[in-house]
């Protein structure tokens, strides 16, 4: 047995799997480093060793099978993935069409139960409404489950609570039922709220369908992943009068506004004035 190479092997695909789950673990936690620099050593780290195993394998003395080509071709695989990844996390920003200041434009979309849905229900009401690119996002789904989790305090400000994506009604209900949100999930399958507002990423890699399922708060699903346009993660904060008082966008779609920044947003607009009893987050 070629023991070097086997040894190789296992430590590339050790060190490429303990990467990827500590960096997928930030994610569920609103943690995800600003910076990838260590993140892609890491990974190449692994990526490396596993390439040297397949070296030795194929040159060095004694067997060298699946104990040694399974594992070290599984790490470069991963490894190679989330690297390529990488370079695509910045975001091609500078279309939106509306400011801080103007008046929501009007639409219609589709609720996750399949009614029709038009923006002429928000009238009087404050919203929160979340462009995302869709329910198989893991940091998509990060971030309204933080939304939810801030449920009481957005309801104590009398703030609604919205989320459009591409996703169709079955998969925004299949994400609703996932993630157990109380939020209205929209959804725009052919984008044209999303091009309204300039929201457009216009091609993307994201998976085709949303999971059913979460491991460690990160979907997890088997559906293919292709570019296609979808939106770029965007949040606006509407007061009663439909005017567009916060606007929230990133450069990068992993990296996501606190908890702490939102509602400091929507304090330092609203105050701590409940406009109506009847305007409960969610309505």
């Known amino acids: 047995m070629n023991t070097?190479?086997?040894?190789?092997?296992?430590?590339?695909?050790?060190?490429?799997?303990?990467?990827?789950?500590?960096?997928?673990?930030?994610?569920?936690?609103g943690t995800v480093p600003e910076k990838?620099?260590?993140?892609?050593?890491?990974?190449?780290?692994?990526?490396?060793l596993a390439a040297v195993a397949i070296f030795l394998g194929v040159t060095g003395a004694g067997w060298a099978?699946?104990?040694?080509?399974?594992?070290?071709?599984?790490?470069i695989l991963l490894g190679a993935f989330f690297l390529w990844l990488l370079p695509q996390r910045k975001l091609p920003l500078g279309d939106i069409?509306?400011?801080?200041?103007?008046?929501?434009?009007?639409?219609?979309?589709?609720?996750?139960?399949?009614?029709a849905f038009h923006s002429d229900a928000l009238a009087g009401k404050?919203?929160?409404?979340?462009?995302?690119?869709?329910?198989?996002?893991?940091?998509?789904?990060?971030?309204?489950?933080?939304?939810?989790?801030?449920w009481d305090e957005f309801a104590e400000h009398g703030v609604t609570l919205l989320a459009l994506s591409k996703d169709t009604p079955q998969d925004a209900a299949a994400h609703k039922a996932r993630d157990a949100l109380r939020m209205t999930l929209l959804?725009?399958?052919?984008?044209?709220?999303?091009r309204a507002y300039g929201v457009e990423h216009h091609k993307a890699f994201g998976q085709n369908s949303v999971p059913k399922t979460t491991l460690g708060g990160v979907p997890i699903g088997l559906a293919p992943f292709s570019?296609?346009?979808?939106?770029?993660p965007t949040t606006l904060l509407i007061d009663e009068a439909g005017i567009i008082r916060w606007i929230d966008q990133t450069e990068d779609y992993r990296l996501r506004s606190s908890k702490a920044r939102v509602m400091n947003a929507v304090k330092e607009t609203f105050g701590s004035s409940v406009p109506a009893p009847s305007l409960a987050a969610g309505e």
């Not at 929160?128 to 801030?150: H, I, N, Q, S, V």
């Open 4 to 29: 070097a190479a086997v040894l190789l092997a296992f430590a590339g695909l050790g060190v490429t799997l303990a990467t990827i789950i500590l960096y997928l673990r930030t994610i569920p936690r």
């Open 36 to 48: 990838v620099g260590a993140f892609a050593l890491k990974l190449a780290v692994g990526v490396g």
């Open 65 to 75: 099978g699946a104990l040694v080509y399974v594992p070290a071709g599984l790490a």
């Open 97 to 115: 069409t509306v400011k801080t200041g103007d008046r929501m434009l009007p639409f219609s979309a589709t609720t996750s139960e399949g009614a």
């Open 126 to 150: 404050r919203v929160l409404l979340k462009f995302f690119r869709g329910g198989w996002c893991p940091y998509c789904a990060a971030e309204l489950t933080a939304f939810e989790d801030m």
């Open 187 to 194: 959804s725009d399958p052919k984008l044209a709220v999303i």
């Open 227 to 232: 570019f296609r346009a979808m939106a770029i």
